[in-house]
């Protein structure tokens, strides 16, 4: 199999994380950084060295030698990053949030089909062993049919504070930035709710400090889901179905969690066992983007176009719903 090589474009925090977890994925290769400075590629590279050092981001996605673009820029800018990318002929993995609004994701998409080249939005945990296997247990119909799921994500950032977490022209606001993990479990689970309700309270930069959301579906199935800036929380999710219960402790949506089963009526808790991540849990999406140009996919059959059209669809409902603009809404 020949080796996939990965570029990384915007060398801040979780840039770090990722090229770490890169030496865990089998026939992928780091050969390329591109920051807007030239210090900042030289200091990432210091750390992970490349062949690459860009300093600016087109001429990363010029690179001919680059196979594959991880996208690690503030959320406001995905949407000009991943079509900088791809209209570069060079396949994509965009972190979340993927866009500002359903009509950005759209376009992303829709370039990435026109173009014939791979994209995927880097939602890693639908592919950490944990939520596997939460997902064959609830297949399994271990917990009967799901009731409720009762999902937050918060905590309390520290100084010096980013100014992506508030600024809203960088996409601000804990709904895009730690929300969109209970939301994508909701629909992961139980699909496009019927009704939304939310609420929010407002940072001091118009953006969401904190937002609190119920999803209605048809079947009677009930979501209650929650992030914050403003306080430290379980960031855990309980899913509950007619005949038992999953809990997925602190932080459910990451390597960490312990995967907690509560079969029957009784309260009796099962811990179960699944496989250890080797780096920061990063390396699974990795190797699953890595195998999918292997085989020349253009889509993942795992994160799919219509995933992440849901989700953003879905952020783009709760948004209106509590009244949280972006400048890019207006565009
Ligand atoms: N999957 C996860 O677990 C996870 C965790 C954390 C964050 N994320 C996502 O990853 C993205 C980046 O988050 P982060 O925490 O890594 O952000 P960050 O540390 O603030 O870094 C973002 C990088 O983007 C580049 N950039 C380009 N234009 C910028 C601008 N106008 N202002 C600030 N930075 C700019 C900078 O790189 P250069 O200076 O090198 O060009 C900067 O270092 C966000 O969308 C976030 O939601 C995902």
Redesign the pocket.
Known sequence: MKTIRWGI??????????ASDLKWVTHAELVA?????QS??NE?ASNFPVKYKHTN?QSLAENPEVDVIY????????HE?TLLCLKNKKAVLC???FAINLRQAKEMIEVAQKENVFLME????KFLPHYQKMKMMIAEKKIGNIQNIAANFGFIPTEPI????Y?P???GGSL???G?YPVFLALDLLGSPDEIEAVMTTSGQGTDSQCAMQLKYHNGALAQLFSTFNSNLSTGADIAGDCGRIRLTHRF??PTTILEYYPGIIDTREIIPFEAAKG???EYEAQHVTDCLANGLTQSPIVKFSDTLLLMETLDRIRQKAGLRYPADDH
């Open positions: 474009l915007g060398c801040g925090k979780i840039a770090r994380k990722f950084v591109g920051a807007r400075e900042t590629a990432f981001y996208i690690a820029t503030p959320h406001a800018f995905h990053h972190e979340k949030a880097a939602f890693w945990t980013a100014p992506r977490i600024d022209k960088l996409g895009l930035d730690i969109v949506h990451g920061n849990g990063y």
